[in-house]
């Protein structure tokens, strides 16, 4: 893992602004497959990120139609967690950084 | 999720578990949907590798326990909420190894579709395909009975 910390006496809040700015933004994408089930897919989301059906099935057709769909951004640590849980699910995720910031 | 348990012709679902074992086997050092792992560290790429490959062998060995001396006798299996995630993930495993392995012949678009006629595949084919499809009846299913019994 390669989150660092930054070493002030801040708050909860100012160390998370730290954080983003050392570590950046990261993106978890789910990428297409041919194979897993549209309902498997949308069952992933609810369980993974606790998506309402709605939000589900919008990055799953994201998925199904454009190939692909940010399903989570965020800190690195975490974003690494959840790519990890994907996989674990056989979902293909990928980790990008946020090269807009 | 209640406990269900499910009938299944012995006849039909038993050749299809050589076609699982066969598969489960080859999934023990291989992960069903090869990663892109890049943006990854060296040292966490290995130990992220050998933990997916941990929690697949333990959803394959999931699945494959409920074939057991009593779906053989009876052809009953049972789903509770100790093994249907293991089961559902199982089924995802092996359909991905069954496609890469045995089903590169049928176009994406009939894969995705299911839009394919068995009558019409080679007689090797048509084993590994209603495996295909049977696993993912399986999937169907529980993803039914999670959703009557989510509040």
């Not at chain 1, 549209?38 to 454009?66: I, L, N, P, W």
């Not at chain 2, 053989?72 to 069954?98: M, P, Q, S, W, Y």
């Amino acid at each position: 893992m390669t989150l660092v910390w930054a070493k002030t006496q801040t708050t909860p809040e100012a160390e998370t602004l730290t954080e983003l700015q050392l570590e950046g933004i990261w993106h978890v994408i789910v990428l297409n497959d041919p194979v897993n089930l549209m309902s498997y897919v949308v069952m992933v989301f609810k369980k993974v990120f606790g998506f309402d059906e709605v939000t589900a099935r919008k990055h799953m057709m994201e998925v199904h139609e454009q190939g692909r769909s940010v399903v989570w951004s965020g800190l690195r640590e975490k974003a690494e967690a959840y790519a990890h849980t994907l996989q674990q699910w056989h979902l293909t995720a990928v980790l990008e950084p946020d090269e807009t910031h | 999720m209640k406990r269900i348990e499910v009938r299944l012709s012995v006849t039909v679902v038993a050749p299809l578990l050589d076609v699982i074992r066969e598969l489960a086997e080859g999934l023990r050092t291989e992960l069903a949907a090869p990663q892109q792992l890049e943006q990854l560290d060296v040292e966490l790429r290995d130990a992220w590798q050998d933990d997916l490959l941990e929690s697949q062998n333990a959803d394959l060995k999931t699945l494959l326990d409920l074939f057991n001396e009593e779906f053989f006798r009876e052809g009953a299996i049972v789903l509770d909420e100790d093994n249907t995630d293991h089961v559902i993930r199982a089924c995802a495993a092996v359909r991905l190894a069954l496609r890469s392995n045995h089903l590169q012949t049928i176009d994406e678009e009939s894969m995705e579709s299911g839009n394919v006629d068995i009558e019409e595949l080679p007689e090797a084919t048509r084993k590994t395909f209603v495996c295909y499809l049977f696993l993912a009846t399986m999937q169907e299913l529980i993803i039914q009975h999670l959703e009557q019994s989510s509040p």
